[in-house]
């Protein structure tokens, strides 16, 4: 997936819902992309259009298994409940 960003986007759900696919992303690094694309784990981060170029050619190295896995490890509604329940725990046993 291509993810020429021109803004400091704060998830990129679309970015996060190919990844779930096993689909590597190839996006510039703004906004979240550091936090959600694994540099050669889940697709790479770039800063202008030649490094775009040089990075499709490389996505066929991404083994689409494991960026499947990295995406259901992060954003899984388990995953996310899991979350949830821990931080509610965690304010519930504040004084």
Known sequence: MLHPIAFAEPLGLSVVE???TGTPVVAFSRGSMPEVVDEGVTGFLVRCTEETATAVA??????????RRVAQSRYSARRMVDDYLEAYASVLQRD
């Open 18 to 20: 190919a990844m779930a």
């Open 58 to 67: 490389r996505v066929g190295e991404l083994d689409r298994a494991t960026v």
